[in-house]
C-alpha cells in the first residue's frame, strides 16, 4: 500500500514544492513520524523501520493543498471516484482506530508513525509548497484520470466502422 501512495499523492506534492524542498519534506515528515512513534511508547523494544510515516507525511501535505481532488478508488472491487479530502479522512481514522485497538507493538505496524508523519505532513507543507500554490484547494485540482461516461467502463471497444472487434468475445 505504501508505494501506491507514494505514486498517487507524492507526485502531485513535488510538483507543489520542487524537487529538492520536496526531498526535506519527506525527510522531515519521517523524522516527525518517528518522533511521535517513540513518544507514543518510550519503553518499547520494538524496532521501527520503514517510510511509513515520511509517506503518511506526503498523504497529510495532499490533503492541505488537494481536498476536492477525485481520486479512483476501488471500494468492493467497484470502481467509485472519491474526493481527497473523504478518502484520506478515512485512512487517517482508520489510523486511530488501529492505534486505539492495539496500543501495543501493533502487530509490526507503527500506526502513531502514520499518524505523527500524517500531522507533520499537514503543518509542514504550509512552509515548503511554492508561495503560489494555494492552500485547502484554492485552484484548480491536479489533474489525472479523467472517466466522464462510467456506464461505457464495461463496453466492448467498437472499431471506427462500428463493427465489434472479431478477437473480443
Known amino acids: 500500500g505504501n508505494m501506491l501512495y507514494l505514486w498517487v499523492f507524492g507526485d ?10 520536496y526531498a526535506a519534506f519527506y525527510l522531515l515528515g519521517g523524522i516527525a513520524a518517528a518522533a511521535v512513534h517513540v513518544l507514543s511508547d518510550p519503553a518499547s523494544q520494538v524496532p521501527t523501520i520503514g517510510a511509513s510515516g515520511a509517506i503518511s507525511a506526503v ?45 501495543g507493538a501493533g ?26 500554490i494555494a492552500l485547502w484547494g484554492g485552484h484548480t485540482p491536479p489533474g489525472g484520470l479523467r472517466m466522464t461516461d462510467r456506464a461505457s467502463w464495461g463496453r466492448k ?3 471506427r466502422d462500428g463493427n465489434r472487434n472479431p478477437w473480443e468475445r
Open 59 to 103: 498523504l497529510g501535505g495532499y490533503l492541505v493543498l488537494h481536498p476536492r481532488a477525485k481520486v479512483l478508488t476501488p471500494v468492493l472491487w467497484i470502481p467509485l471516484m472519491l474526493p481527497a479530502w473523504a478518502l484520506l479522512g478515512i485512512w487517517f481514522g482508520f489510523q486511530f482506530v488501529m492505534a486505539g485497538m492495539d496500543p
Open 12 to 21: 502531485n506534492i513535488e510538483d507543489a514544492m520542487g524537487h529538492k524542498r
Open 107 to 132: 502487530g509490526g505496524v507503527a500506526w502513531w508513525a502514520h499518524i505523527g508523519g500524517f500531522a507533520a505532513g499537514m503543518a509542514l507543507v504550509v512552509p515548503f509548497r511554492h508561495k503560489t
Open 157 to 159: 471497444r467498437q472499431r
